[in-house]
């Protein structure tokens, strides 16, 4: 038998200040997109940027739908449409903003179960981390330094031969 634990690196900084300037654009972005989330029966406001190695950022909104599970998250709906736009493109980082309608939010959201999976797919297509930048509408950031870190022992295409 054997016994191992699994971490990795979460990194917290105190406010979009502490970003560097390219994250905190990023984040900015994210934040932007969250205005134009379709949450009618959530309230909950998400918004997602993918920046891409050339330097084009790709953003996502959530967009809810009356038969709730039609809808689609703001990271899955940004990632699915950089892999549609560039589908040569390295994802070089995404960052993901919340808020309610019905009180501010000010700790990080962490993308979903579903949004993990979605992103490592592209982490593992393209052989090269992806780090996630989380917050809410305000408050701390936390970053990791890849989508793996948030599913490990994810199942991914090498189970498929
Ligand atoms: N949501 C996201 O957009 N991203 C997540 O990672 C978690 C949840 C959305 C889905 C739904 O529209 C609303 O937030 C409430 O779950």
């Given amino acids: 038998m054997k016994k191992e634990i699994v971490s990795f690196e979460l990194t917290t900084f105190e406010s979009l ?3 560097s300037d390219e994250d905190k654009n990023l984040m900015l972005k994210a934040v932007e997109a969250r205005e ?3 949450a009618p029966y ?3 406001l998400v918004g997602a940027a993918v920046l891409m190695a050339d330097g084009m950022v790709v ?3 959530n967009q809810e739908n009356a038969s709730y599970p039609s809808g689609l998250c703001a990271e899955r709906v940004a990632v699915f449409q950089a892999g549609a736009l560039y589908p040569n493109g390295t994802i070089k980082a995404i960052a993901i903003s919340a808020t309610s309608k019905n009180y501010t939010v000010s700790t990080p959201a962490a993308p979903c179960g579903n949004c993990r999976q979605s992103i490592s797919e592209y982490e593992v297509r393209q052989q ?3 780090p996630i930048l989380m917050m809410g509408a305000k408050g701390i950031v ?3 330094g890849a989508v793996g870190d948030l599913l490990p022992l994810a199942f991914n ?5």
């Fill in 42 to 44: 959530s309230s909950f």
């Fill in 157 to 161: 295409n090498s189970f498929l031969k």
């Fill in 128 to 130: 090269k981390a992806i």
């Fill in 142 to 144: 936390l970053k990791c």
């Fill in 36 to 38: 134009n989330a379709y």
């Fill in 59 to 61: 953003i996502g909104s």
């Fill in 17 to 19: 200040e502490a970003l």
